[in-house]
């Protein structure tokens, strides 16, 4: 069955499973189709296809839930579809699923999309495309500023997370909420629970059980208690989905990557790491971070430029603009790679070996130069970024990171950037 209406001039196609009650939602906002719904629900769907205009489809991540009828609109509309890069190699293949998945949602034709980049334009507004990996790793969601509209797709569902995918994590999930928090939003369209009339009310309330649970988590496993005793503790209720899944959702879930990714942090200087770095300048000045903990020189703060790890399987380039956009919500262009640094220090008895690829950056908006600090936002810490001259960088008393920037800094032409 499917409910067809209208919130914030944005065309709402509530889906829902007979079988399973389940509900999915396949939006149209200025001929753009947000995800294509559930197979289970094709016949339906066929009629809203032909009857309503749309030029293209944008889906907001791989799964069958949201792509189901993407290959029927591609061999009976012939319009472009698009989704993030980590997912366009997994949708060329027909969809194997488990069979609680396909009872449910049914399957997934293969099909061809094209790459996401940083912006879509619908037929008249152009729309930011926001990597919110964390449910699935191409996961995206579309925001339009001028009209506050936010497209979630997976990351909110509800507020309390009480079931996870064993592929979920909760601390990417959590820093994906953290990013779209920091935008001016005014409704929010989630892919399962529709519009939401005080969204940004439900993302934090989201975010903060999260936080909560990630805290509990890992102060249990710094005591030493084994991941299965924290989820005997903390679910104790039993969820008829764990069974029905065959466990691919489960509590376990949400604790296990807890704990991995704490893990990882703890043990992190016990291979190299390899980030990105972006170097703004306007005039004699450079965007800095400037950071107030223990570092490897001298006492006191040091700056870095913005910018952060490389994931698996994600350009660097990519990285930067998307950690430019997750510190300070900030769209930027490459202007040119610069370098790589290497270095190996130690700080507070730990050996911490990293590799930093260097590119200079712009802003994507002009109206940012004028700015004289941003806030930063990094998991659950905040800084500042501000204009550092290159005068103060030189001085004995001030620490830049990493070892070997300033040179590179030094060696760039003038001027990067003509702003004031």
């Not at 029927?72 to 472009?80: D, F, S, Y």
């Not at 488990?98 to 879509?120: D, E, H, V």
Request: glycine share 6%; hydrophobic share 35%; charged share 25%.
């Amino acid at each position: 069955m499917i409910k067809v209406y209208e919130k914030d001039q944005v065309l709402c196609v509530e889906g829902i499973l007979d079988k399973t009650r389940s509900k999915v939602f396949v939006y149209l906002v200025d001929g753009m189709l947000i995800d294509t719904g559930a197979e289970k629900l094709q016949e339906e769907l066929k009629d809203f296809f032909k009857n309503y205009s749309f030029d293209q489809v944008v889906l907001t991540h791989h799964h069958e839930d949201h792509t189901g009828n993407a290959a029927w609109l591609q061999e009976n509309r012939g319009i472009p579809l698009f989704i993030h890069p980590l997912g366009i190699e997994r949708l060329e293949v027909d969809g194997e699923y488990p069979n609680y998945r396909k009872i449910t949602w049914g399957n997934r034709k293969a099909f061809r999309a094209q790459p996401l980049g940083n912006q879509i334009r619908s037929r008249t507004l152009e729309w930011q495309v926001i990597h919110t990996p964390g449910h699935a790793d191409d996961h995206v969601a579309l925001f339009h500023e001028a009209t506050g509209r936010l497209f979630t797709g997976d990351l909110f569902v509800s507020p309390k997370t009480r079931v996870m995918m064993k592929s979920e994590s909760v601390p990417l999930i959590l820093a994906s909420l953290r990013t779209l928090l920091a935008l001016p939003f005014q409704s929010v369209f989630c892919s399962h629970a529709g519009f939401l009339e005080n969204g940004r009310a439900l993302l934090e309330q989201k975010l903060k059980h999260l936080e909560t649970l990630q805290q509990t988590i890992t102060g249990l496993y710094a005591e030493g208690m084994h991941p299965s005793d924290i989820d005997r503790q903390l679910f104790q209720k039993t969820y008829p989905i764990v069974e029905f899944s065959n466990r691919e959702w489960d509590t376990c879930h949400i604790v296990s990557s807890v704990v991995a990714d704490y893990d990882i942090k703890k043990n992190r200087h016990l291979r190299p790491r390899a980030n990105t770095l972006g170097i703004l300048k306007r005039g004699d000045k450079i965007l800095l971070e400037q950071q107030f903990v223990a570092h490897s020189g001298r006492d006191g703060p040091f700056y870095r430029p913005l910018g952060g790890t490389i994931e698996l399987g994600e350009p660097s380039a990519d990285a930067l603009k998307r950690e430019f956009q997750e510190e300070i919500g900030a769209d930027v262009r490459i202007v040119r790679y610069m370098d790589v640094l290497e270095n190996i220090y130690t700080l507070k008895q730990q050996v911490f070996h990293e590799i930093t690829l260097v590119y200079e950056v712009e802003f994507e908006n002009d109206h940012l130069w004028d700015f004289e600090s941003f806030a930063v936002t990094e998991g659950s810490k905040q800084t500042t970024a501000k204009w550092v001259s290159l005068e103060e960088l030189s001085l004995d008393e001030t620490t830049l990171y990493p070892v070997g920037l300033l040179d590179l800094i030094q060696k760039l032409p003038e001027p990067v950037q003509p702003k004031p």
